[in-house]
């Protein structure tokens, strides 16, 4: 059994772990949105460049498009006991036709401005940092939920 003094000390390092991941949390979200806004800028110079029939809605797939797989998933690689993931982790699958993977980046054209590769990296970076960016949230949550815990005990222990 642990005394209050051991409580306390546990639930001062575990609010300071919460601190770090919450500043980690506020950077990975300013990443995410300098890194899309990037990607967003660099189509619209594909567009600005290319002509905006080019680089449009046009070239995107409609309902009469055969069907084709994300290149990058998501997927979860356990459980905790409360049913929460414990962490996420960016799956990406190799350009194959005959499993049905194919390259977004092919939809305009063979021969494709540097501004719209450029945009798509960006894009993959933004996927990266969203996928730890919710791992850290549910670190986040974990030491929260930790953190309940401990008050729990120091309570019955007052």
């Not at 080019?54 to 690689?77: H, I, R, Y």
């Amino acid at each position: 059994m642990e005394s209050k003094k051991d409580i306390c000390e546990l639930m001062d390092k575990l609010t300071i772990e919460i601190l770090d991941l919450m500043e980690d949390e506020v950077k990975l979200k300013i990443d995410i949105e300098k890194n899309s806004n990037s990607g967003n800028l660099l189509i619209a110079k594909a567009r600005y460049i290319q002509g905006q029939q080019t680089v449009s809605a046009s070239q995107l797939p409609t309902e009469n498009t055969p069907e084709f797989k994300a290149l990058m998933t998501v997927g979860s690689d356990g459980q905790e006991s409360t049913g929460d993931a414990v962490n996420v982790a960016l799956e990406q699958h190799r350009v194959s036709k005959e499993d049905g993977y194919i390259d977004p980046i092919k939809w305009f054209g063979i021969l494709v401005p540097q501004s719209l590769q450029l945009a798509r990296t960006r894009f993959v970076k933004t996927i990266e940092l969203v996928v730890s960016c919710t791992n850290t949230q549910l670190q986040l949550n974990h030491a929260l939920r930790q953190l309940t815990g401990l008050r729990q005990m120091k309570e019955v222990h007052s």
